[in-house]
């Protein structure tokens, strides 16, 4: 059976009948807070590499350091996202498709919340998570490019992290598109970057290459650092594929719920289905 392990856990050793994989929770874990069941983010795929959403309870395997979890409840995960949209003037020539591929992007998410940031001159929230997803369309559709401004990307994917915190949701993503370097680079960056790592949302990224240049390697490795895509595209064409692939792994992530002790830490989890020849990708770990 196939296997993957993160980097923070050692690789399973016993032979086992099914595919488990470890999930990250951090350096020291997370501590059950309320009531005593924790949850698990994850992806299944079969034998031929397609994603499998239709599973239950009794297909999930759950171990916490080596003692096996009953599993309660396992559903398509809904957790909130932000997008990050690049309305700036190095965008402008972009901007129509930027703009069409996102409209489909969101027809696609399904019931979830979703905001939307613009990184034009001073990055803003035009969206919230309280809006009904017709009128989230339709802002979208109306949306213009700041055509005399520069974008403000690192600072509008802190925005849109800070935001994500403030709801409290275990899981969360970030997903920004640009045709524009970051504002802001390297150890300068930290007070952007400390925000979105605290918020744990998961970033991605799709970047035409041709505007984002010298900051590619640096957006790439916040990407990294968080878990998440990053999708370098060289074509306005290219946005839509680019989102697409993003939406089926966000629609395919699997949230699980699992008993544990009261008070106990989530420490060397591991998650794995019965289902011969399946792969599991372990995303995370998160208290109630």
């Known amino acids: 059976m196939d296997s993957e392990v993160f980097p923070a856990f050692p690789a399973l050793r016993a032979a086992t009948a099914v595919a488990l994989s470890a999930l990250s929770a951090g350096p020291n874990g997370f501590r059950a807070q309320t009531g005593a069941s924790r949850f698990a983010l994850a992806q299944v795929a079969d034998q031929q590499g397609k994603a499998v959403v239709d599973i239950g309870v009794d297909d999930f395997v759950i171990q916490e350091a080596g003692a096996e979890r009953d599993v309660l409840d396992v559903r398509v995960a809904d957790y909130p996202i932000v997008l990050v949209v690049d309305n700036s003037r190095t965008a402008l020539a972009d901007f129509p498709s930027i703009r069409s591929a996102l409209i489909h992007f969101v027809e696609r998410l ?16 035009v969206a919230s998570f309280d809006d009904e997803r017709s009128m989230l369309v339709e802002r979208l559709g109306t949306l213009e490019p700041a055509s005399d401004e520069d974008g403000q990307l690192l600072h509008a994917v802190a925005l849109a992290a800070n935001t994500i915190r403030d709801t409290g949701a275990l899981f969360s993503a970030i997903v920004a598109i640009t045709a524009s370097p970051a504002e802001i680079a390297g150890p300068a960056a930290g007070e952007f970057i400390a925000p979105i790592i605290d918020s744990r949302a998961v970033l991605h990224v799709i970047a035409n290459s041709a505007g984002v240049g010298a900051t590619r390697q640096f957006l790439r490795g916040l990407v990294n650092q968080t878990h998440g895509d990053f999708t370098a595209i060289y074509a306005a064409a290219s946005y839509q594929p680019a989102t697409d692939r993003i939406a089926t792994r966000l629609t395919t992530e699997l949230l699980v719920e699992y008993i544990v002790p009261v008070g106990s830490k989530a420490n060397d989890v591991k998650i794995g289905v019965r289902f011969p020849g399946a792969r599991v990708r372990g995303l995370g770990v998160a208290p109630r």
């Open 110 to 125: 399904g019931p979830r919340p979703v905001g939307v940031i613009t990184t034009g001159g001073n990055p803003k929230l």
